[in-house]
């Protein structure tokens, strides 16, 4: 196994797409994680059964990342199953595409409470728990500095958010030994955005090497973000996007 044996993490929206993958990947390497899902259990369950046996443990609490009161019981929750936490990844996302002048409050509201306010409290609650050497990465989107349709602006406000608080945790967490770190991919081929979607065609016409990523390239990012060898790399914002961003 890897380096990444005997760590331990905590990764929210973890039962699909990049979240499940970024568990898949940690738990391979030997990482020991529970993870949240807002509501599908099947889809948590369906992750945790496809888990082999020489991985790490993986298990699940349910959590909806734009409640306060629920990730600050799932980080608890967490930190008791796992004893503490070296990795904590905030993947937890989505929302709705519209121009502002069509999006309602609640659809905005929702969008910046998960992703935003959703990282700071799950960071939040986490670093207590964290040893010298822990590792925080949040999924943010090569949309928070390229929008190329009109239906993106609060997308790209709760993304752009992540890397302001990226760049001052690093100054906060760094003397502690953890490093903080934000992972922008562009277009992934997911159930939430497939690649033989109404709108790939367009979405791959931007992207220079003319396809989208995948959910484990993805995580092959954040699986290296995680180990020791990314130790230099604190308060950066990574593009992981085929050129889509350039």
């Known amino acids: ?9 905590i990764v929210t929206g973890g039962s699909r797409g990049i979240g499940a993958a970024i568990v898949r990947r940690l738990a391979t390497e030997g990482t020991d994680v529970v993870f949240t899902y807002a509501a599908d259990i099947d889809a948590a369950n369906a992750l945790i059964g496809s888990i082999g046996r020489d991985a790490g443990s993986v298990s699940a609490v349910q959590a909806n990342s734009a409640d306060r009161a629920e990730v600050v019981a799932a980080v608890a929750t967490a930190a008791q199953r796992l004893g503490h936490l070296d990795i904590v990844v905030s993947n937890a996302g989505g929302g709705v595409l519209a121009p502002l002048s069509e999006i309602s409050y609640e659809d905005i509201d929702k969008m910046i409470n998960t992703t935003v306010n959703g990282t700071v409290n799950l960071v939040k609650e ?54 903080i770190n934000n992972v922008q ?44 060898d990314a130790a230099l790399i604190n308060g950066s914002s990574i593009d992981i996007d085929g050129g889509f961003s350039a």
């Open 1 to 9: 196994m890897s380096e990444s044996t005997g760590r331990t993490a």
């Open 126 to 179: 986490s670093l207590p728990h964290m040893r010298t050497g822990g590792r925080v990465i949040t999924i943010g989107s090569a949309n928070a500095h390229y929008t190329p349709f009109d239906s993106m602006a609060i997308h790209a406000l709760d993304r752009s958010a992540l890397i302001g608080f990226v760049r001052g945790m690093s100054r906060e967490l760094g003397p502690k030994g953890i490093t």
């Open 185 to 228: 991919p562009g277009p992934v081929d997911t159930d939430a955005n497939p690649g033989d979607g109404p709108s790939s065609d367009l979405q791959r016409s931007l992207i220079p090497i003319g396809r989208y990523g995948t959910v484990t390239e993805i995580a092959s990012l954040v699986a290296y973000l995680a180990s020791a």
